[in-house]
Each structure stands twice: as structure tokens, then as C-alpha cells.
């Protein structure tokens, strides 16, 4: 937070291109005459950006790390805040008078090594903005799964005409794991269905609930949840403590004839058990939104296993989600302006090494 009377000059750095400054330097400008936008971008290879998710404490990234241009180098230097998808390595040291980083995306895993906490920088990031159209897109996967459309669609290619019928929606069980704002409306659509839905998060205690789901429960009930549920959906965080957060045992609690949908981070999920589940017959069928390596190797497995659907991480929709961003990034610019708590601040401990190891 910030003395507003203090500030004379307030930089604003937008590093990630899809975000058009030719309307959106305007709307930020117009929050308070004292904001100035700077463009300049700034976007790691996306493997790198996997790594320094799930090991943001290895030191070859730092000395891997690509160094700035002299463009790149000024524009971190002036900067008081920062709308971004990716930041340098210990930002601190490059950008030395930076106050907060707005994230545009939900996932933070990978700002731990960015060492913001230890730099006094604040973080907020964009949960809410993309997860009605994520929960959409996961809904769209349990339908296209339970009422056969694939199935009709090689049977059109065949032209062949047989019966086959899909399954009743109302009252399948459905988990959700990890009730966020993803999950959450994920709950939600569900449950306007007549699904039945139980939600496990983290953070629960005895008797606690949630409007969105008809049971709610912490992670001790995970195990016997997996054994009830018509369909398994991963929204947990991509943070280091949830990695193979779905392992060989969680996959294998799984009924055979249930559906695992994963739209959070590829590093939550064995892959090798679940292609193995899914060729023995042991899980009905399985959606990727993510996956432990983006792109998909041409050679991966993932591309052949049967009753696998694969998607290159676009369960989100481009449509709407940089004007919803910026009208966040603006709330909070102005929040921040008058020393007023920020919509969705991240927890300094999220950010410290020690917490996700």
C-alpha cells in the first residue's frame, strides 16, 4: 500500500504483448492523472516457465536466465507496478522501485523464484476472470463424454447408422478438487444440472460449507470422495506442495468407469499412471487441458491412449479476458492509489520456497 499524497509520478509496465496498448494504456492512464504506461515485453519460453513452477529454487535457472535488453532493463528499472505473465528472476534486483505485479493469469507458482516477498512487492493475480468460460469448457467435456458425441461423429464418418445411447447427467457424482474460482463455478454448473457435487479443498475444518456444493470436505476425505465419484475435476493450484498431487494410488482409487477432466497444471498428475489406467481399462476416459510438458512431444504417449482428449491449454477463452484483466488491474491500481486492500492478494507465504518444497 502506498500514501496516495506521496506519489508524483506512478510507472505502470504492461510486458505481456496480447494485452493492446492502444486501448488499454488509455482506460489504466484514466485512473488517476499521475499514471504513466510503459510498454515493453518481456515472455519466457513456456518450458522454462514449467520449470520455475515446479522447481523455483534451482539454481540453474538463475544462471540460465536470459539476461535483459537494454530496453527490457530500463523499463523494469522505472517501473512501480507491472501487468505480466512472466518477471525476471529475483525482480527485485531489476526493478528496484516496483511496489506490485498484477499476474494476468490465476497461477503464481511461478513468481516464487522472482523472490517478491523479499523484495516487499506485492502480488495480486486475475482468479475470476477466466473461470465461467474454464468451467464451461470442463462441463463441455463430462456432456461430450457421458452423451457419446464422439461416438456419433465416427459414426457419421462411417455412415453408419446404429443406436447409441449416452448416459443421464442428473445425479452423477461429481468431485471437484481444489474449490477456487475455477472449481468453484465448475461446482456451480454442475450442480444447476442435478449433478451431485463434493468439493475437497485445502483449507477445511469440521462443519464448515459451501453453498456450491452438497458436500465439502478437506484433503483426509479425499480417498473415499474418489471411489463415489462419476467424474474426477483437478482445479487444485499449481503450487510445489501439490505436485503428483494425482499419483499411481489417488488414479487408481478411481472407479473404472469414471472420468478424469484436468484443467489446473500438468505437474499435479502422473501421466504414466494415468495413460496406464486408461489402457487397462481402469478409468473410463480422461480430458487434458495440461499437461507435464507444453507442447505435447510428437512422440509422447498421450496422443494415442485411448478415450484420452487433449487440449493445448486453451480451456480458457480469449474472448472478454483482457478487458476483464485490465478493469481488475484499474480497481486495483486505484485501491493501491488510496492504500486500500487489493481484489485477489496472494498470500506472501505462497511465494516463499520454504512453504512449497
Not at 488414479?251 to 504414466?272: K, Q, T, W
Not at 494415442?304 to 476483464?324: D, F, I, K
Not at 485501491?335 to 512453504?355: H, Q, W, Y
Request: overall charge negative; glycine content about 8%; hydrophobic content about 45%.
Amino acid at each position: 500500500m502506498t500514501d496516495s499524497g506521496a506519489v508524483q509520478r506512478f510507472t505502470v509496465l504492461v510486458t505481456y504483448p496480447t494485452v493492446d496498448p492502444s486501448w488499454a494504456a488509455p482506460r489504466i492512464e484514466s485512473v488517476d492523472p499521475r499514471v504513466t504506461v510503459r510498454v515493453c515485453d518481456f515472455v519466457e519460453d513456456k518450458q522454462r516457465r514449467i520449470e520455475r513452477e515446479t522447481t523455483p529454487d534451482a539454481e540453474h535457472l538463475r544462471r540460465s536466465a536470459p539476461p535483459l535488453s537494454p530496453a527490457q532493463a530500463a523499463a523494469f528499472a522505472d517501473a512501480d507496478a507491472l501487468l505480466a505473465l512472466d518477471v525476471p528472476i529475483d525482480l527485485g534486483s531489476v526493478a528496484p522501485k516496483l511496489k506490485w505485479v498484477q499476474a494476468i493469469g490465476s497461477g503464481v507458482a511461478n513468481y516464487i523464484s522472482a523472490q517478491l516477498p523479499e523484495s516487499g512487492i506485492a502480488l495480486t493475480n486475475a482468479a475470476g476472470i477466466g473461470a465461467p468460460v474454464i468451467a464451461e469448457f470442463v462441463l463441455a467435456r463430462l456432456l461430450e463424454h457421458w452423451k457419446r458425441l464422439p461416438d456419433y461423429a465416427a459414426r457419421q464418418e462411417e455412415r453408419v447408422w446404429e443406436f447409441a445411447f449416452g448416459r443421464r447427467v442428473a445425479g452423477k457424482v461429481v468431485l471437484v478438487v481444489g474449490l477456487g474460482a475455477i472449481g468453484g463455478e465448475v461446482a456451480r454448473l454442475c450442480g444447476s444440472l442435478g449433478m451431485h457435487v463434493i468439493g475437497v479443498r485445502r483449507t477445511w475444518k469440521p462443519g464448515q460449507s459451501d453453498a456450491r456444493v452438497a458436500e465439502l470436505m478437506g484433503p483426509d476425505g479425499l480417498d473415499d470422495a474418489l471411489a463415489r465419484a462419476d467424474a474426477v475435476v483437478l482445479t487444485a493450484s499449481g503450487t510445489a506442495a501439490n505436485r503428483n498431487l494425482f499419483d499411481a494410488r489417488q488414479i487408481g482409487l478411481m472407479r473404472s468407469d469414471a472420468m478424469f477432466v484436468n484443467v489446473s497444471r500438468g505437474m499435479l498428475v502422473d501421466e504414466e499412471a494415468l495413460v496406464g489406467a486408461l489402457r487397462a481399462g481402469e478409468l473410463a476416459a480422461a480430458a487434458l487441458d495440461v499437461s507435464r510438458e507444453e507442447p505435447i512431444p510428437p512422440d509422447s504417449p498421450l496422443w494415442t491412449v485411448p478415450n484420452l482428449r487433449l487440449s493445448p491449454h486453451s480451456s480458457a477463452a480469449q474472448e472478454g479476458y483482457w478487458e476483464g484483466l485490465v478493469e481488475l488491474f484499474c480497481d486495483n491500481l486505484q485501491r493501491f492509489l488510496k492504500g486500500e486492500p487489493m481484489r485477489n492478494a496472494i498470500d506472501p507465504a505462497v511465494l516463499s520456497t520454504a512453504e512449497n518444497a
